[in-house]
């Protein structure tokens, strides 16, 4: 489909009408968009209806590419939006389409925030906006307690597809070392990891990779109370629970 061509038509059909504000309800277009290096002369200007202005817009991110189409994305969304400027009614189905089209075509290399950074000074403004009684949250945080309900297998799969050959850097997997620290783990969620491993046989590679990442390390001596012998983490296995019932069993 020739897009360019049907969005020309368009704005010489608008152009042939001779409209005039006031009348009717109608909407400044600029023809080349100023995001793309348009301006407000006169020429560059055309009265839409409020339906031909939606058109308009989805024509132009139909006719670019790349970051141009991404700003156009945008622009056509907040068209969508609430503007006490112009007196527009936007359908659920406008807005929705305008929104898929702008989360389709305004992220990675497209996005207009892609590569950079915020300073220590706007971190600093957008911290101080959130504390005390501006931080949404002050009265708890509105999610707590809420179920997101039973993930689909298919997104679990999504979500394991999308993040498969992936590494994770040194500073990441120190900060969920950090964040699971200190946290225990309860009798059910023990359960299920022993469960998990049930029939699981380790590869000689990752056997090899335990052996050096505990290379060095001190093993913590532990003694059980029931036979009064000391040793590693193996005691866990060998003794304790079972020196326990060993006793029961004598009595």
């Known amino acids: ?22 009348f009717e309800y109608y ?33 132009l991110v139909e006719m670019y590419d790349g970051v141009e189409k991404a700003k156009l994305s945008f622009a056509l969304f907040q068209m969508c939006r609430k503007n006490k400027l112009h007196g527009r009614i936007v359908s659920s189905k406008q807005f929705e389409k305008a929104k898929r089209i702008m989360s389709e075509n305004c992220t990675g290399i497209n996005s207009s925030f892609y590569g950079k950074k915020h300073t220590d000074t706007v971190k600093q403004k957008l911290s101080e906006k959130m504390m005390g009684d501006k931080n949404p ?18 997104l679990i799969n999504k979500r394991a597809e999308s993040n498969r050959g992936k590494k994770r850097s040194n500073e990441f997997k120190e900060k969920l070392s950090l964040i699971a620290s200190g946290k225990p783990k309860s009798e059910e969620h023990r359960k ?3 469960k998990s491993l049930i029939g699981k046989k380790l590869k000689d590679e990752t056997k090899i990779k335990i052996g050096l990442a505990h290379k060095g390390k ?19 296995r060998w003794h304790f629970e079972n020196c326990k019932n060993k006793i029961y069993e004598r009595k």
Request: hydrophobic content about 30%; charged content about 25%.
């Open 192 to 194: 299920n990891l022993s």
């Open 27 to 59: 909407e400044n277009h600029h023809i080349l968009p100023k995001c793309l290096g348009g301006n407000n002369k006169k020429e560059n200007l055309v009265l839409l209806t409020a339906k031909e202005h939606f058109i308009a817009h989805l024509l």
């Open 137 to 154: 949250s002050k009265n708890g945080v509105w999610n707590k307690g809420k179920k997101t309900g039973q993930q689909t297998k298919e």
């Open 1 to 22: 489909m020739n897009y360019e061509k049907i969005y020309k038509q368009l704005i010489e059909n608008a152009k042939s009408h001779n409209r005039i504000k006031g």
């Open 218 to 236: 001190k093993q913590k001596i532990l003694i059980c109370p029931y036979c009064d012998l000391s040793g590693g983490t193996t005691m866990y």
